[in-house]
């Protein structure tokens, strides 16, 4: 017996407001929220600032009225956790027997009275033809006390990262680390003793996390952003205010679209997590963090959101994805809108390595399938980094589009339909 026509219609209504395609993220909405995110109140989101709060309140109060539950453990939306930043007072390193200038070194120091010397301390030469940068990552995460000698064939990138870390010298409270010294030097050590005094500041920092929960609570979706920014800048016109309206509060904007929007759906397969991460101009401190209070293995995939408020360079309706062949995320996504008028494809730029540069990079590193979407033509952006990164910039259009992109893109993977390969741990530098 076939069904009556009424009852077919019913069927028809009730597939009609199951389906995806009736749910629509509001432009209106979106801009609304992008506005707040990147206006002169939150005065750039630097992470040490008082204001990055309203934002952090702000993305809460959203999760909260969208019936979203706490993650795990915590008690309310927020994933809170202190850095430790460390001022050096005064140093003095002497090498065979010589005073060296304080030009000549850097470092990070985990106490503020610190005493190194060759009998206590392991030296380890970065000689020439090295990768500086992965030798310096592990040696600035190594847990034991190093004097590290830089050949001075690395005299730039040395000047380079000893001028941005004399400012930023900052660690995770609970993170055990070594004291490391970098000296640029041709010369064998034969000996040295180095005393640095420095004083310490302890700033509490917050991600802001927010679930659904799926018929399967070990697979985990994640939908993420950084919400931070590198605030208020010196600069030689009127505004000084960096706002971060496409870096990062497009990206934020979207975790809160899609959060309203997978809330609107019938109960999905898998458990969605939407987070939005301090501190990432700083050096990713909020999802190194969060890393920690998750078990990696649960993660099936991460969407992380960069920079989507300006067209890309192969057109509007388009958006690139880090790290396309590490794992087949990119391909999953791609078949999911072959049909539609978006289209997902290889990140553009591969030597600016932006599948390490952002908050994707720890999990990619532990194999998580986490991969950054974004649209924004990077090397020619005038506004990058700069206090002209305003709201007025963003192509509201085109970034409603992406979110709307990424939330039909992700459908396969949060029905469970399609799960994307890990990424190769052996192969992630
Ligand atoms: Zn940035």
Not at 145 to 161: A, P
Request: net charge negative; glycine share 6%.
């Amino acid at each position: 017996m076939r069904p009556s026509f009424k009852i077919y219609f019913l069927i028809l209504v009730s597939f009609y407001v199951g389906c995806s395609d009736s749910i629509t993220v509001s432009e209106q909405d979106t801009a609304e929220i992008l506005k707040i995110l990147a206006s002169d109140d939150l005065k750039g989101r630097h992470a040490l600032s008082s204001e990055i709060t309203k934002a952090e309140d702000f993305i809460a109060a959203h999760f909260q009225s969208y019936g979203l539950e706490y993650a795990n453990d915590e008690a309310d939306y927020f994933q809170s956790f202190r850095i430790k930043e460390v001022s050096i007072l005064d140093s003095e390193l002497l090498v065979n027997g010589n005073e060296i200038d304080e030009s000549r070194y850097f470092g990070f120091f985990s106490q503020d009275d610190v005493f190194l010397s060759s009998t206590n301390t392991e030296i380890v030469y970065l000689e020439k033809g090295k990768n500086f940068r992965s030798v310096f990552n592990e040696m600035r995460s190594s847990k034991e006390d190093k004097l590290v000698i830089v050949d001075s064939e690395y005299d730039d990138i040395f000047g380079r990262y000893q001028s941005y870390y004399s400012q930023n010298n900052r660690i995770m409270e609970g993170e055990e680390r070594g004291n490391i010294l970098f000296l640029i030097s041709d010369e064998q050590v034969n000996n040295f003793s180095a005393h640095i005094t420095a004083s310490s500041k302890f700033y509490e920092l917050r991600n802001v996390v927010g679930i659904i929960k799926g018929k399967r609570t070990d697979e985990i979706v994640i939908f993420s952003a950084h919400h931070d920014h590198i605030g208020i800048r010196t600069s030689a016109n009127a505004d000084s205010i960096a706002n971060g309206a496409n870096d990062n509060a497009s990206g934020v904007t979207a975790v809160i679209q899609l959060a309203n929007y997978f809330s609107k759906q019938p109960q999905p397969e898998r458990t969605l997590m939407f987070v939005t991460f301090t501190a990432e101009e700083m050096g990713g401190f909020g999802s190194r963090f969060f890393s920690k209070k998750q078990n990696p293995d649960d993660i099936v995939a991460m969407f992380n959101i960069e920079m989507i408020g300006k067209p890309a360079v192969s057109g509007p309706n388009t958006a690139w994805i880090t790290g396309y062949d590490r794992s087949t995320f990119g391909e999953i996504l791609s078949a999911s809108t072959e049909n539609s008028e978006y289209e997902f494809y290889a990140d553009p730029y591969p030597n600016q390595g932006l599948f390490y540069r952002s908050d994707n990079a720890v999990l990619a590193r532990l194999g998580v399938p986490a991969h950054s979407i974004s649209t924004t033509p990077i090397d020619v952006d005038p506004d990058y980094h700069e206090v002209s990164d305003e709201y007025e910039t963003i192509d509201i259009s085109h970034l409603n589009n992406t979110i709307t992109a990424i939330a039909k893109a992700a459908e396969t993977i949060v029905s469970a339909k399609a799960t994307p390969t890990r990424v190769d741990t052996t192969l992630v530098d």
